[in-house]
């Protein structure tokens, strides 16, 4: 079965002839730029968008994996932290950065000869709030992940059979997605989150998110890492590194880590919305 979808995934590749990969860097981006690059070789390229909402270190690791398996790869900056709509962080923000992403984008292909861009959507993504989806159906965005059927649980596979060291990385959402629905998107908010996050990593965490709530920052750590993290000694240490990146409070999430939770205060209907966009 495994084998039958990535050889779908093959096929909508040649399919496109040549094509611009959106790419973050994370475990889907990363696995479809290494597989149209395996497929078309030149023909395929990955575009990182570089923006204050990219943190440095995931920045740096998409920069070294291109590197590793010679992927083509294009840097360019986007500016949706210029867009009112997207500054304003309303329900809607993950739309106006797509669409910047993916006007950027499309200028680039057609001046480059490209025959289509591309993203890392994959088959599960459609059940979750994903508003840069519908930016995505407006720009003629192929998804060939997601159109040869592959969840996120198949790519991860796909991608540990072909050595990809990425197949394992931990979930790594736009650091804006930390920040509550309503607080304004500004540089100096991005870099508090960027540097607590940095600090909690180099204590140990792996699988958590700091939200950012103003005054506040919320620190959400997965299940398997919850009992380690409250060692009062460690809790100490947590506290200390979150308010050096300029936050007065921190608070521990008792539910823990889980992915989108800034979504759950979203009106239904917005969340109805945005999942029916997202079908396939």
């Given amino acids: 079965m495994l084998e039958e979808k990535q050889a779908a995934l093959e096929e909508r590749l040649r399919k496109l002839g040549s094509v611009m990969v959106a790419y973050s860097g994370g475990v889907d981006s990363a696995y ?6 395996r497929v078309l070789g030149e023909r395929a390229m990955a575009v990182i968008a570089d923006s204050a909402s990219l943190a440095r270190s995931h920045y740096q690791d998409a920069l070294a994996f291109a590197e590793e398996n010679g992927i083509p790869l294009l840097v360019l900056e986007t500016k949706e932290l210029e867009r009112e709509a997207y500054a304003a962080n309303n329900g809607d923000r993950c739309f106006h950065c797509k669409d910047e992403l993916f006007t950027v984008l499309e200028a680039e292909r057609a001046g480059r000869g490209f025959a289509a861009v591309a993203y890392g959507l994959n088959l599960d993504d459609g059940k979750d709030f994903r508003p840069g989806q519908r930016a995505a159906a407006a720009h003629y965005v192929a998804a ?5 059927g ?4 198949d790519i991860r596979a796909l991608a540990q059979a072909a050595g990809l060291r990425v197949w394992d990385k931990p979930a790594s959402a736009c650091l804006s997605s930390r920040i509550e629905y309503g607080r304004r998107v500004t540089t100096e908010a991005l870099r508090q989150v960027e540097d607590a996050e940095e600090a909690l990593r180099a204590l140990g965490l792996v699988r958590f998110r700091v939200r950012h709530h103003g005054s506040v920052a919320r620190i959400e750590i997965a299940e398997e890492e919850m009992a380690g993290a409250l060692d009062p000694e460690f809790f100490r240490k947590m506290a200390a590194a979150v308010r050096g990146a300029g936050f007065p409070y921190v608070a521990v999430d008792c539910d823990g880590y889980r992915s989108g939770r800034m979504n759950e205060l979203l009106p239904a209907e917005m969340l109805a919305g945005s999942r029916r966009a997202g079908r396939l």
């Fill in 144 to 148: 060939p992940l997601a159109e040869a």
């Fill in 150 to 153: 592959l969840t996120k649980a």
């Fill in 32 to 37: 479809l730029a290494w597989a149209a690059h």
